[in-house]
T-cell receptor, first 115, second 113 residues
Framework: GAGVSQSPSNKVTEKGKDVELRCDPI?????LYWYRQSLGQGLEFLIY????????KSGLPSDRFSAERTGGSVSTLTIQRTQQEDSAVYLC?????????????FGNGTRLTVT | AQTVTQSQPEMSVQEAETVTLSCTYD???????LFWYKQPPSRQMILVIR??????QNATENRFSVNFQKAAKSFSLKISDSQLGDTAMYFC??????????FGPGTRLSVLP
């Protein structure tokens, strides 16, 4: 079956513009995670969804960042008024959720460049 | 809060040799899961191996094995017969029953011909 799909794979935007990043998880996966990875660095947790609700939004860096998930499936991460420090790879991952010994399955990420 | 530490930012190994990557973690939980992920230059994160904390037996997957020391909160990855395709960033991760996954900073492994 299909893996986790993220779009676009690359996005270049001007400072101050809004961007939307999309994640389509593996079918049947109830949990969905967003991470940010700066060049050569580790993974910074942003937000976690169980179904459509987000029990943990603690990683969102500022109120310019928001995320939603509809229908227990697709999720969008929105960054408003982008800044140069937002440039990074945004990774999405999904799993069967907290009741199972389920590892994360990752998408290929969206590379965001803010000029 | 859980933390994961990888003390080796970079390592290198000769092809066909064995290398061990270190990982330590901090948690007050008794039941949890540990994972090693590989991220090659293609950027795709790939699961290498996983370990349930309640299992004493160390997990193995072909050339990959772990040394899990629960009391010491240590979870090292051993790669045997290293291959050029093993060149990648390796991340150790902790999961509290899937409610959150905490990743270490990563170790960049280079396999030399």
């Amino acid at each position: 079956g299909a893996g986790v799909s993220q779009s676009p794979s690359n996005k270049v935007t001007e400072k101050g513009k809004d961007v939307e990043l999309r994640c389509d998880p593996i079918s049947g996966h109830t949990a969905l995670y967003w991470y940010r990875q700066s060049l050569g660095q580790g993974l910074e947790f942003l937000i976690y969804f169980q179904g459509n609700s987000a029990p943990d939004k603690s990683g969102l860096p500022s109120d310019r960042f928001s995320a939603e998930r509809t229908g227990g499936s697709v999720s969008t991460l929105t960054i408003q008024r982008t800044q140069q420090e937002d440039s990074a790879v945004y990774l999405c991952a999904s799993s069967f959720g907290s009741s199972y010994n389920s590892p994360l399955h990752f998408g290929n990420g969206t590379r965001l460049t803010v000029t | 809060a859980q933390t994961v530490t990888q003390s080796q930012p970079e390592m290198s190994v000769q092809e066909a040799e064995t290398v061990t990557l270190s990982c330590t973690y901090d948690t007050s939980e008794n039941n949890y899961y540990l994972f090693w992920y590989k991220q090659p230059p293609s950027r795709q994160m790939i699961l290498v191996i996983r370990q349930e904390a309640y299992k004493q037996q160390n997990a193995t997957e072909n050339r990959f094995s772990v040394n899990f020391q629960k009391a010491a909160k240590s979870f090292s990855l051993k790669i045997s017969d290293s291959q050029l395709g093993d060149t990648a960033m390796y991340f150790c991760a902790f999961s509290n029953y899937g409610q959150n996954f905490v990743f270490g900073p990563g170790t960049r492994l280079s396999v030399l011909p």
